[in-house]
């Protein structure tokens, strides 16, 4: 990646990796990067490092700026191996006695994951660091999304330094949001979707924390993905607003199938839903990656899922999109079930009891149909779609509209 001046004396020195394709389990069609930042004052400061097989890059980028031995410290805002991957060889580097900054719980997972005796600096909320020019304060974000994440904040140049925090799997030509634009929030989306939704309640307590902390945001540099400098607040609000989980007049068919009968079932299913004034998409399991799915049901007002019986059970694509989504913790959702089967079928129950357990609002009991579904079977199936749909209209028109916006951060 070419080295990127984000502010004065203030770099990108990170790594775009274009060819990842899955990120442990979400898919990453197009690629991702490794942000990591160096800032050049009186004392030198690396903000994170990359992924392990990028560190020679890292290295090179930092060599390419400054001697690497001149860093003074170096600061690690997670532990998660896609940034604290390069971190034994950076030290390496640049002398193993130079302090490490990280939260107190990042000491303890840093050390349980490199044997190296590193010089660990714990900081708590509200630690700063004078690098001369400039002054870092920590900010521990515990949970989102490991429990020694935190955010660095760099007060006179007002850039937040988010970690994971407002991050997108995405790589291209593009480094700020003014240079992608409204191309960038599907990225953001899915990257929310995924891999922050089950926080939502702690990132919304996050966001008034930082509102009353009143700091003022240039710049929201992530860990991955393009930097938000023309508006900081964009993000924030999207967070905020996928957060709430709020109702939405917009439904999600998911299904797998076997010989056609459930995807005929649920085309009838999503015809239903149209017809009450829901969008309504049907989803094959085989043909949709997990992680996009996901990033539907973020904002859907309900949750519709399907299987064929086999075996007496569900089909594993089915049950392994039941125990991802149940990780995910989504909230809110109307949840319903169908599928069809040959003789035992107990599918539809299995899909009921998962959605049950995940605290789906189950507005109809599940819909089954014996091998291939006719024409009073497509009824059938059409009739449950409408009655969903209406009940997903009914809530939506029922709740409370959605909260204005809350955060133009860089007014
Ligand atoms: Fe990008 Fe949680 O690591």
Known sequence: MAILEIADNV????????NISDFHGYSTPFGTSYNAFLVIDEKIALIDTVKK?????????ISRIVDPRK?????????????????????????????????????????????????????????????????LSFLETRMIHWPDSMFTYAKENKILFSSDGFGQHYAGSENFDDEIGEAIMPHAKKYYANILMLYAPLL???????????LEIDMICPDHGILWRSDPGKIVNAYV????????????????????????????????????????????????????????????????VS???????LFPTVSDFLAYMKGLKPKNKIGAAFGSYGWSG??????????????????????????????AGLDACEQFGKAIGDAVVSKHENTDPPQPAVLHANE
């Open 204 to 214: 919304l307590k996050l966001v008034e924390q930082v509102q009353k902390m009143d």
């Open 346 to 375: 107990e599918s539809v129950k299995l899909i009921q009891s998962e959605l049950e357990a995940m605290n789906f609002e189950m507005i109809e009991s599940g819909l089954k149909i014996q091998y291939v579904p006719d024409d």
């Open 71 to 135: 860093i003074d410290v170096v600061i690690s805002n997670h532990t998660e191996m896609d940034h604290s991957g390069g971190l034994p060889r950076v030290m390496h580097r640049i002398g193993e006695d130079k302090p490490l900054y990280c939260s107190k719980m990042g000491a303890k997972n840093l050390s349980r994951h490199f044997s190296g005796n590193f010089n660990y600096k714990p900081v708590g909320s509200g630690d700063t660091l004078s690098l001369g020019k400039n002054t």
């Open 241 to 304: 607003r996928w957060s709430r989980q709020e109702s939405s007049t917009k439904a999600v068919v998911v299904y797998d199938t076997m010989w056609h009968s459930t995807e005929k079932m649920a085309d009838a299913i999503a015809s239903g839903l149209h017809e009450a004034g829901v969008n309504a998409r049907p989803m094959n399991l085989r043909k949709w990656h997990r992680s996009d799915i996901m990033t539907e049901v973020l904002d859907a007002g309900a949750v519709v």
């Open 11 to 18: 770099f990108n020195v990170g790594a775009k990796d274009w």
């Open 307 to 313: 299987s064929p019986t086999l075996n007496n059970g």
């Open 53 to 61: 097989e990028f560190s020679d890059e890292l290295i090179a980028n």
